[in-house]
Protein backbone atom coordinates (compact mmCIF):
# COMPACT_ATOMS: atom_id res chain seq x y z
CA UNK A 1 0.00 0.00 0.00
CA UNK A 2 1.27 3.22 -1.06
CA UNK A 3 2.47 5.36 2.01
CA UNK A 4 2.90 9.65 2.07
CA UNK A 5 6.30 10.57 1.96
CA UNK A 6 8.47 13.09 3.92
CA UNK A 7 8.98 15.48 1.29
CA UNK A 8 8.68 18.58 3.41
CA UNK A 9 11.36 20.19 4.78
CA UNK A 10 11.83 22.89 7.58
CA UNK A 11 11.05 25.96 5.44
CA UNK A 12 8.05 24.49 3.77
CA UNK A 13 6.76 23.72 6.91
CA UNK A 14 7.44 27.33 8.02
CA UNK A 15 5.67 28.69 5.29
CA UNK A 16 2.72 26.61 5.95
CA UNK A 17 2.51 28.26 9.43
CA UNK A 18 3.17 32.06 8.00
CA UNK A 19 1.52 31.23 4.68
CA UNK A 20 -1.64 30.14 6.22
CA UNK A 21 -1.69 32.76 8.87
CA UNK A 22 -1.58 35.57 7.36
CA UNK A 23 -4.35 36.21 4.83
CA UNK A 24 -7.02 38.33 4.33
CA UNK A 25 -7.08 38.94 8.56
CA UNK A 26 -4.35 41.84 8.79
CA UNK A 27 -6.07 44.10 6.18
CA UNK A 28 -10.00 43.69 7.72
CA UNK A 29 -9.62 42.97 11.29
CA UNK A 30 -8.20 46.50 12.70
CA UNK A 31 -11.70 48.16 11.86
CA UNK A 32 -13.14 45.85 14.46
CA UNK A 33 -10.35 46.22 16.76
CA UNK A 34 -10.65 49.60 17.13
CA UNK A 35 -14.03 49.64 16.83
CA UNK A 36 -13.77 47.05 20.09
CA UNK A 37 -11.75 48.93 21.95
CA UNK A 38 -11.86 52.46 21.56
CA UNK A 39 -8.19 53.55 21.38
CA UNK A 40 -4.37 52.46 19.50
CA UNK A 41 -2.79 51.60 22.48
CA UNK A 42 -5.64 48.95 23.52
CA UNK A 43 -5.27 47.52 20.03
CA UNK A 44 -1.74 47.00 20.38
CA UNK A 45 -2.08 45.02 23.98
CA UNK A 46 -4.71 42.65 21.75
CA UNK A 47 -1.99 42.21 19.33
CA UNK A 48 0.30 41.50 21.96
CA UNK A 49 -1.69 39.43 24.25
CA UNK A 50 -3.31 37.22 21.20
CA UNK A 51 -0.14 36.87 19.90
CA UNK A 52 1.42 35.44 22.84
CA UNK A 53 -1.58 33.32 23.44
CA UNK A 54 -1.12 31.82 19.86
CA UNK A 55 2.63 31.10 20.45
CA UNK A 56 1.63 28.82 23.72
CA UNK A 57 -0.93 26.72 21.58
CA UNK A 58 2.83 26.70 19.16
CA UNK A 59 4.85 25.62 22.43
CA UNK A 60 2.48 23.19 22.99
CA UNK A 61 1.72 21.84 19.59
CA UNK A 62 5.76 21.74 19.02
CA UNK A 63 5.70 18.86 22.05
CA UNK A 64 2.50 17.12 20.52
CA UNK A 65 3.48 17.47 16.89
CA UNK A 66 7.38 15.73 17.88
CA UNK A 67 5.64 13.50 19.88
CA UNK A 68 2.92 12.11 17.25
CA UNK A 69 4.40 13.47 13.84
CA UNK A 70 1.61 11.54 11.99
CA UNK A 71 -0.92 13.01 9.37
CA UNK A 72 -4.02 14.72 10.76
CA UNK A 73 -2.79 17.12 13.54
CA UNK A 74 -5.18 17.60 16.11
CA UNK A 75 -6.86 14.33 15.21
CA UNK A 76 -4.15 12.04 16.37
CA UNK A 77 -3.51 14.23 19.80
CA UNK A 78 -7.89 14.12 20.69
CA UNK A 79 -7.89 10.55 20.11
CA UNK A 80 -4.92 9.81 21.96
CA UNK A 81 -5.84 11.80 25.28
CA UNK A 82 -9.90 10.90 25.33
CA UNK A 83 -10.16 8.01 22.71
CA UNK A 84 -11.43 8.22 18.94
CA UNK A 85 -15.00 9.58 19.74
CA UNK A 86 -13.21 13.16 19.57
CA UNK A 87 -10.42 12.70 17.30
CA UNK A 88 -13.88 11.70 14.82
CA UNK A 89 -15.57 14.61 16.01
CA UNK A 90 -12.75 17.13 15.39
CA UNK A 91 -12.04 15.50 11.34
CA UNK A 92 -16.06 15.70 11.09
CA UNK A 93 -15.85 18.95 11.71
CA UNK A 94 -12.81 20.12 9.51
CA UNK A 95 -14.01 18.65 6.55
CA UNK A 96 -17.50 19.56 6.05
CA UNK A 97 -17.61 23.00 8.37
CA UNK A 98 -14.22 24.70 9.50
CA UNK A 99 -11.54 23.99 6.48
CA UNK A 100 -13.79 23.58 4.19
CA UNK A 101 -15.59 26.87 5.38
CA UNK A 102 -12.16 28.90 5.40
CA UNK A 103 -11.57 27.75 1.81
CA UNK A 104 -14.45 29.02 0.57
CA UNK A 105 -13.67 32.23 2.56
CA UNK A 106 -10.14 32.45 1.09
CA UNK A 107 -11.16 31.72 -2.48
CA UNK A 108 -14.41 34.60 -2.26
CA UNK A 109 -12.07 37.36 -0.37
CA UNK A 110 -9.38 36.92 -3.76
CA UNK A 111 -12.74 37.46 -5.98
CA UNK A 112 -13.44 40.29 -3.94
CA UNK A 113 -10.06 42.03 -4.16
CA UNK A 114 -9.85 41.05 -8.10
CA UNK A 115 -12.75 42.74 -9.17
CA UNK A 116 -11.77 46.05 -7.88
CA UNK A 117 -9.61 45.44 -10.97
CA UNK A 118 -12.28 43.72 -12.89
CA UNK A 119 -15.64 44.77 -11.86
CA UNK A 120 -17.71 42.30 -14.43
CA UNK A 121 -16.61 39.80 -11.50
CA UNK A 122 -19.27 40.80 -9.74
CA UNK A 123 -21.99 40.35 -12.50
CA UNK A 124 -24.69 37.34 -12.13
CA UNK A 125 -23.36 34.53 -14.15
CA UNK A 126 -27.03 32.55 -13.69
CA UNK A 127 -29.65 31.34 -11.24
CA UNK A 128 -30.24 28.44 -9.63
CA UNK A 129 -33.60 27.42 -8.79
CA UNK A 130 -33.37 26.59 -5.46
CA UNK A 131 -35.03 29.04 -2.17
CA UNK A 132 -31.20 29.56 -1.01
CA UNK A 133 -30.79 33.03 -2.07
CA UNK A 134 -31.83 36.51 -0.30
CA UNK A 135 -35.29 36.41 1.04
CA UNK A 136 -35.46 32.78 0.22
CA UNK A 137 -35.26 33.55 -3.65
CA UNK A 138 -33.51 32.08 -6.10
CA UNK A 139 -30.01 31.60 -5.72
CA UNK A 140 -28.01 33.95 -7.37
CA UNK A 141 -24.56 32.43 -8.67
CA UNK A 142 -21.72 35.15 -9.66
CA UNK A 143 -19.02 35.20 -12.21
CA UNK A 144 -16.69 35.82 -9.21
CA UNK A 145 -17.99 32.88 -7.27
CA UNK A 146 -16.88 30.51 -10.39
CA UNK A 147 -13.76 32.55 -10.98
CA UNK A 148 -13.25 31.34 -7.01
CA UNK A 149 -13.81 27.99 -7.75
CA UNK A 150 -11.33 27.76 -10.17
CA UNK A 151 -8.82 28.81 -7.95
CA UNK A 152 -9.75 25.91 -5.43
CA UNK A 153 -9.86 23.51 -8.02
CA UNK A 154 -6.55 24.28 -9.92
CA UNK A 155 -4.87 24.59 -6.47
CA UNK A 156 -6.33 21.35 -5.45
CA UNK A 157 -4.78 19.29 -8.91
CA UNK A 158 -1.43 21.52 -7.82
CA UNK A 159 -1.34 19.64 -4.81
CA UNK A 160 -2.20 16.55 -5.68
CA UNK A 161 1.20 16.26 -7.75
CA UNK A 162 3.29 16.04 -4.45
CA UNK A 163 4.14 17.74 -1.21
CA UNK A 164 7.08 18.82 -2.35
CA UNK A 165 4.76 20.67 -5.75
CA UNK A 166 2.62 22.42 -3.00
CA UNK A 167 5.41 22.87 -0.42
CA UNK A 168 7.96 24.73 -3.12
CA UNK A 169 4.43 26.67 -4.48
CA UNK A 170 3.83 28.01 -0.50
CA UNK A 171 7.90 28.53 0.29
CA UNK A 172 7.60 31.16 -2.90
CA UNK A 173 4.54 32.71 -2.39
CA UNK A 174 5.28 33.03 0.99
CA UNK A 175 8.35 35.01 0.46
CA UNK A 176 6.49 36.89 -2.04
CA UNK A 177 3.84 37.76 0.21
CA UNK A 178 6.03 38.36 3.14
CA UNK A 179 8.30 40.80 0.61
CA UNK A 180 5.25 43.01 -0.47
CA UNK A 181 3.96 43.16 3.26
CA UNK A 182 7.60 44.92 4.15
CA UNK A 183 6.62 47.37 1.32
CA UNK A 184 3.31 48.26 2.84
CA UNK A 185 4.85 48.45 6.02
CA UNK A 186 7.93 50.86 5.19
CA UNK A 187 5.37 53.13 3.09
CA UNK A 188 3.47 53.67 6.27
CA UNK A 189 7.05 53.73 8.47
CA UNK A 190 8.74 56.15 6.59
CA UNK A 191 5.62 57.78 4.72
CA UNK A 192 5.44 60.42 7.44
CA UNK A 193 2.92 61.39 9.82
CA UNK A 194 -0.83 61.18 8.73
CA UNK A 195 -3.45 64.46 8.62
CA UNK A 196 -6.01 62.98 10.96
CA UNK A 197 -5.54 62.93 14.96
CA UNK A 198 -3.73 59.77 16.27
CA UNK A 199 -4.42 60.94 20.02
CA UNK A 200 -7.85 61.18 19.77
CA UNK A 201 -10.05 57.37 20.45
CA UNK A 202 -12.37 55.83 18.56
CA UNK A 203 -15.86 57.32 19.64
CA UNK A 204 -18.39 55.31 20.61
CA UNK A 205 -15.88 52.01 21.41
CA UNK A 206 -17.55 49.40 23.28
CA UNK A 207 -14.13 49.53 25.92
CA UNK A 208 -13.38 47.65 29.30
CA UNK A 209 -13.66 43.54 29.36
CA UNK A 210 -16.28 43.05 26.87
CA UNK A 211 -14.17 44.97 24.29
CA UNK A 212 -10.79 43.60 24.78
CA UNK A 213 -12.22 40.06 24.29
CA UNK A 214 -14.53 41.40 21.26
CA UNK A 215 -11.04 42.56 19.94
CA UNK A 216 -9.26 39.66 20.69
CA UNK A 217 -11.60 37.06 19.06
CA UNK A 218 -10.90 39.35 15.91
CA UNK A 219 -7.34 38.95 16.69
CA UNK A 220 -7.31 35.62 17.05
CA UNK A 221 -9.32 34.90 13.65
CA UNK A 222 -6.38 36.84 11.90
CA UNK A 223 -3.65 34.87 14.13
CA UNK A 224 -5.83 31.07 13.08
CA UNK A 225 -3.95 28.40 10.65
CA UNK A 226 -0.55 28.57 13.04
CA UNK A 227 -1.55 24.75 14.05
CA UNK A 228 -2.06 23.55 10.09
CA UNK A 229 1.41 22.05 9.74
CA UNK A 230 1.06 19.55 12.14
CA UNK A 231 -1.58 18.10 9.92
CA UNK A 232 1.05 17.53 7.27
CA UNK A 233 3.28 16.10 10.28
CA UNK A 234 4.04 12.68 8.15
CA UNK A 235 5.40 14.43 5.65
CA UNK A 236 8.27 16.81 7.53
CA UNK A 237 11.39 15.67 7.33
CA UNK A 238 13.29 14.90 10.49
CA UNK A 239 9.69 15.85 12.44
CA UNK A 240 11.33 15.82 15.84
CA UNK A 241 13.53 18.56 15.08
CA UNK A 242 11.92 20.53 12.25
CA UNK A 243 7.89 20.46 13.47
CA UNK A 244 8.91 22.72 16.61
CA UNK A 245 11.29 24.95 14.74
CA UNK A 246 8.07 25.78 12.22
CA UNK A 247 5.69 25.97 14.77
CA UNK A 248 7.76 28.22 17.09
CA UNK A 249 9.42 30.42 14.37
CA UNK A 250 6.31 30.57 11.93
CA UNK A 251 4.18 32.02 15.07
CA UNK A 252 6.87 34.61 16.03
CA UNK A 253 7.17 35.80 12.69
CA UNK A 254 3.71 35.93 12.15
CA UNK A 255 3.41 38.02 15.42
CA UNK A 256 5.85 40.78 14.87
CA UNK A 257 5.11 41.06 11.57
CA UNK A 258 1.59 41.67 12.59
CA UNK A 259 2.66 44.72 15.04
CA UNK A 260 5.09 46.06 12.08
CA UNK A 261 2.07 45.90 10.34
CA UNK A 262 -0.41 48.37 12.73
CA UNK A 263 2.14 50.63 13.68
CA UNK A 264 2.07 51.67 10.08
CA UNK A 265 -1.23 51.59 10.08
CA UNK A 266 -1.98 54.24 12.84
CA UNK A 267 0.97 56.38 12.34
CA UNK A 268 -0.80 57.49 8.87
CA UNK A 269 -3.94 57.09 9.88
CA UNK A 270 -6.24 58.41 13.03
CA UNK A 271 -8.33 55.68 15.57
CA UNK A 272 -11.12 57.18 13.61
CA UNK A 273 -9.99 56.64 10.09
CA UNK A 274 -9.52 53.25 10.97
CA UNK A 275 -12.14 52.52 12.46
CA UNK A 276 -14.51 53.86 9.38
CA UNK A 277 -11.85 52.45 6.80
CA UNK A 278 -13.57 48.47 5.52
CA UNK A 279 -9.65 47.83 3.92
CA UNK A 280 -7.57 49.84 6.21
CA UNK A 281 -4.26 49.07 4.29
CA UNK A 282 -5.28 50.49 1.11
CA UNK A 283 -6.72 53.63 3.55
CA UNK A 284 -3.23 54.15 4.68
CA UNK A 285 -1.69 53.50 1.08
CA UNK A 286 -4.36 56.21 -0.50
CA UNK A 287 -2.86 58.63 1.90
CA UNK A 288 0.66 58.27 1.24
CA UNK A 289 1.07 56.97 -1.78
CA UNK A 290 -2.48 57.66 -3.81
CA UNK A 291 -4.76 55.64 -5.80
CA UNK A 292 -2.21 53.80 -7.47
CA UNK A 293 -1.16 52.92 -3.62
CA UNK A 294 -4.42 51.55 -2.89
CA UNK A 295 -4.69 49.31 -5.81
CA UNK A 296 -0.99 47.66 -4.89
CA UNK A 297 -2.33 46.26 -1.38
CA UNK A 298 -5.19 44.41 -3.41
CA UNK A 299 -2.65 42.61 -5.41
CA UNK A 300 -0.76 42.25 -1.92
CA UNK A 301 -4.39 40.90 -0.59
CA UNK A 302 -4.52 38.58 -3.24
CA UNK A 303 -1.37 37.35 -3.50
CA UNK A 304 -1.64 36.31 0.52
CA UNK A 305 -5.11 35.01 0.33
CA UNK A 306 -3.78 32.70 -2.57
CA UNK A 307 -0.44 31.79 -0.19
CA UNK A 308 -3.39 30.84 2.52
CA UNK A 309 -5.91 29.31 -0.10
CA UNK A 310 -2.65 26.90 -1.08
CA UNK A 311 -1.41 25.77 2.54
CA UNK A 312 -4.99 25.23 3.37
CA UNK A 313 -5.71 22.82 0.98
CA UNK A 314 -2.48 21.76 1.01
CA UNK A 315 -2.89 20.90 5.22
CA UNK A 316 -6.59 20.43 5.33
CA UNK A 317 -6.99 17.18 3.16
CA UNK A 318 -4.74 15.22 5.65
CA UNK A 319 -7.40 15.22 7.98
CA UNK A 320 -10.03 13.29 6.67
CA UNK A 321 -7.24 11.25 5.03
CA UNK A 322 -6.34 10.20 8.51
CA UNK A 323 -9.68 9.38 9.56
CA UNK A 324 -10.63 7.45 6.76
CA UNK A 325 -7.01 5.39 7.30
CA UNK A 326 -8.21 4.55 10.71
CA UNK A 327 -11.04 3.28 9.35
CA UNK A 328 -13.71 6.80 10.79
CA UNK A 329 -14.22 7.87 7.45
CA UNK A 330 -15.44 7.25 4.08
CA UNK A 331 -12.92 4.96 2.85
CA UNK A 332 -11.88 6.39 -0.61
CA UNK A 333 -10.48 9.53 1.39
CA UNK A 334 -7.45 6.86 2.89
CA UNK A 335 -6.05 6.23 -0.29
CA UNK A 336 -2.34 7.24 -1.46
CA UNK A 337 -1.71 8.29 -5.18
CA UNK A 338 1.01 5.93 -5.46
CA UNK A 339 2.70 8.23 -7.71
CA UNK A 340 2.94 11.57 -6.24
CA UNK A 341 2.53 9.79 -2.59
CA UNK A 342 -0.54 12.20 -1.59
CA UNK A 343 -3.99 11.95 -0.37
CA UNK A 344 -5.09 12.83 -4.40
CA UNK A 345 -8.78 11.53 -3.37
CA UNK A 346 -9.06 13.52 -0.47
CA UNK A 347 -7.09 16.91 -1.36
CA UNK A 348 -9.66 17.12 -4.84
CA UNK A 349 -12.54 15.83 -2.54
CA UNK A 350 -12.06 18.68 -0.06
CA UNK A 351 -11.46 21.24 -2.44
CA UNK A 352 -15.05 19.90 -4.32
CA UNK A 353 -17.05 20.48 -1.16
CA UNK A 354 -15.36 23.77 -0.24
CA UNK A 355 -16.48 24.75 -4.15
CA UNK A 356 -20.16 23.62 -3.00
CA UNK A 357 -19.66 26.21 -0.31
CA UNK A 358 -18.70 29.24 -2.39
CA UNK A 359 -21.58 28.27 -4.57
CA UNK A 360 -24.07 28.42 -1.99
CA UNK A 361 -22.67 31.71 -0.88
CA UNK A 362 -23.54 30.16 2.71
CA UNK A 363 -20.37 29.78 3.84
CA UNK A 364 -20.04 32.84 6.41
CA UNK A 365 -23.03 31.27 8.44
CA UNK A 366 -21.52 27.50 8.70
CA UNK A 367 -18.30 29.78 9.83
CA UNK A 368 -20.40 31.49 12.66
CA UNK A 369 -22.09 28.53 13.92
CA UNK A 370 -19.09 26.33 14.06
CA UNK A 371 -17.19 28.53 16.04
CA UNK A 372 -18.13 27.79 19.66
CA UNK A 373 -17.28 23.72 19.34
CA UNK A 374 -14.39 24.94 17.64
CA UNK A 375 -13.00 26.60 20.75
CA UNK A 376 -14.20 23.43 22.07
CA UNK A 377 -11.79 21.09 20.42
CA UNK A 378 -9.08 23.78 20.44
CA UNK A 379 -9.17 23.73 24.19
CA UNK A 380 -9.35 19.68 24.51
CA UNK A 381 -6.07 19.71 21.81
CA UNK A 382 -4.06 22.30 23.52
CA UNK A 383 -5.25 20.76 27.46
CA UNK A 384 -4.22 16.57 25.79
CA UNK A 385 -0.27 17.70 26.44
CA UNK A 386 -1.54 17.34 29.84
CA UNK A 387 -3.22 14.60 29.75
CA UNK A 388 -0.68 12.64 27.92
CA UNK A 389 2.00 13.44 30.61
CA UNK A 390 0.21 11.80 32.64
CA UNK A 391 -1.70 9.15 30.71
CA UNK A 392 1.98 8.21 28.74
CA UNK A 393 4.32 9.24 31.22
CA UNK A 394 7.54 7.41 29.46
CA UNK A 395 6.40 8.11 26.06
CA UNK A 396 9.01 9.81 24.22
CA UNK A 397 9.42 12.84 23.54
CA UNK A 398 12.12 14.77 21.48
CA UNK A 399 10.60 18.46 22.58
CA UNK A 400 9.01 19.40 25.72
CA UNK A 401 6.78 22.47 25.96
CA UNK A 402 8.98 25.34 27.58
CA UNK A 403 6.80 26.84 30.59
CA UNK A 404 5.07 23.44 31.45
CA UNK A 405 2.20 23.26 32.39
CA UNK A 406 1.65 27.21 32.65
CA UNK A 407 1.49 27.64 29.49
CA UNK A 408 -0.73 25.16 28.45
CA UNK A 409 -2.83 25.88 30.81
CA UNK A 410 -2.93 29.92 29.94
CA UNK A 411 -4.10 29.28 26.50
CA UNK A 412 -6.95 26.61 27.57
CA UNK A 413 -7.93 29.26 30.22
CA UNK A 414 -8.35 31.91 27.53
CA UNK A 415 -10.11 29.52 25.49
CA UNK A 416 -12.53 28.82 27.90
CA UNK A 417 -13.22 32.80 28.71
CA UNK A 418 -13.64 32.72 24.58
CA UNK A 419 -16.17 29.87 24.63
CA UNK A 420 -18.20 31.79 27.43
CA UNK A 421 -18.22 34.89 25.68
CA UNK A 422 -19.30 33.17 22.59
CA UNK A 423 -21.55 31.39 24.20
CA UNK A 424 -23.39 34.37 25.80
CA UNK A 425 -23.27 37.36 22.78
CA UNK A 426 -24.40 34.43 20.15
CA UNK A 427 -25.88 31.59 22.24
CA UNK A 428 -28.17 30.55 19.01
CA UNK A 429 -25.68 30.34 16.71
CA UNK A 430 -23.86 28.41 19.20
CA UNK A 431 -26.08 25.60 20.53
CA UNK A 432 -26.74 25.58 16.14
CA UNK A 433 -22.70 24.94 15.84
CA UNK A 434 -23.10 21.90 18.25
CA UNK A 435 -26.05 20.46 16.61
CA UNK A 436 -24.53 20.80 13.22
CA UNK A 437 -21.16 18.25 14.97
CA UNK A 438 -23.83 16.06 16.64
CA UNK A 439 -24.89 15.17 12.84
CA UNK A 440 -21.32 13.41 12.90
CA UNK A 441 -22.40 11.33 15.66
CA UNK A 442 -24.83 8.61 13.29
CA UNK A 443 -21.80 8.60 11.14
CA UNK A 444 -19.20 7.63 14.20
CA UNK A 445 -21.20 4.30 15.49
CA UNK A 446 -21.82 3.30 12.19
CA UNK A 447 -17.68 3.67 11.43
CA UNK A 448 -17.14 2.27 15.14
CA UNK A 449 -19.31 -1.15 14.51
CA UNK A 450 -17.64 -1.52 11.03
CA UNK A 451 -14.41 -1.95 13.30
CA UNK A 452 -15.82 -4.34 16.00
CA UNK A 453 -17.26 -6.44 13.03
CA UNK A 454 -13.40 -6.41 11.61
CA UNK A 455 -11.87 -7.29 15.30
CA UNK A 456 -14.40 -10.51 15.74
CA UNK A 457 -13.76 -11.61 11.94
CA UNK A 458 -17.11 -10.84 10.53
Same mark, same amino acid.
Given at each position: ?40 A ?18 ? @? ?38 S ?57 L ?10 V???V ?18 G ?15 G ?22 M ?34 F??L ?10 V ?5 R ?11 S ?44 P ?12 V ?5 ? @? ?10 S??? @???A ?34 V ?42
Amino acid at each position: MSQLRRDLGVWGAASIVVGTVIGSGIFLVPKQMIQATGDPATVFAVWIFGGLLTLAGALT @YAELAAMMPEAGGEYNYLNAAYGPFWGFIYGWTQMWVAKSGSIATLATGFFYYLANFRPELEGRAFLIPVPLGDGGGPLEVRIGQLLAIAVIMGLGILNWFGVKVGGRVQVGVTILKVALIAGIIAVGVLGGQGSGEPGLPYAGAAGGVAGFFAALVAALWAYDGWNNVSMVSSEVKQPQRNLPRALIYGTAGVVVIYLLTNYSYFRVLSASEVGQSDRVAAAMMRQVLGGWGADAVSVVAMISIFAALNGSILSGSRVPYALARDGYFFAPFARVNAQHATPGFSILALSAWASVLVLSGR @YDQLLTLVIFPSWIL @YGMATASVIVLRRKFPHAERPYRTIGYPVIPALFVLVAVLLIYFTLRNSPRESLLGLVLIAAGIPFYRYWRGRQGERRIGL
